[in-house]
């Protein structure tokens, strides 16, 4: 399964915003599951890094089709859509409707101990 990796810049002083985001999502459950699952998103994890240049959410998502589900993505209206692409929108400056994928990410290295 296609794996995406992407740092999003946190706006300042917007981290304890990004903490109430995580925990309304997870307090969303069974929207949140509805919402993965429409774009075929198997498991996504978010994490924190702080840096001398400001914070970055670095979040990894694993799906089925990395394609399909960001142009679907995009152009969503449903409300929980807009709610999720509102706040990254408000955290990070960057705008889900015009980079589904966020930032630009370009792998340059891939270790896979085992793999031939």
């Not at 917007?14 to 309304?24: I, S």
């Not at 799906?63 to 929980?80: D, G, H, I, Q, T």
Request: glycine letters at 8%; aromatic letters at 10%.
């Amino acid at each position: 399964m296609p794996l995406i990796v992407r740092a999003f810049p946190l706006l300042v002083g917007k981290e304890e915003e990004l903490m109430q985001f995580a925990r309304d999502l997870a307090g969303r459950s069974t929207e949140a599951a509805e919402f993965y699952g429409n774009y075929g998103v198997t498991r996504e994890s978010w994490h924190l890094q702080k840096t001398a240049t400001g914070s970055l959410v670095i979040g990894v998502t694993e799906l089925k089709e990395v394609e399909p589900a960001a142009s679907e993505y995009a152009a969503s209206e449903r409300p929980f859509d807009r709610w999720f692409k509102s706040q990254v929108h408000r955290l990070s400056g960057v705008d889900p409707d015009q980079e589904p994928l966020g930032p630009p990410t370009e792998q340059i290295f891939d270790f896979c101990q085992g793999k031939s």
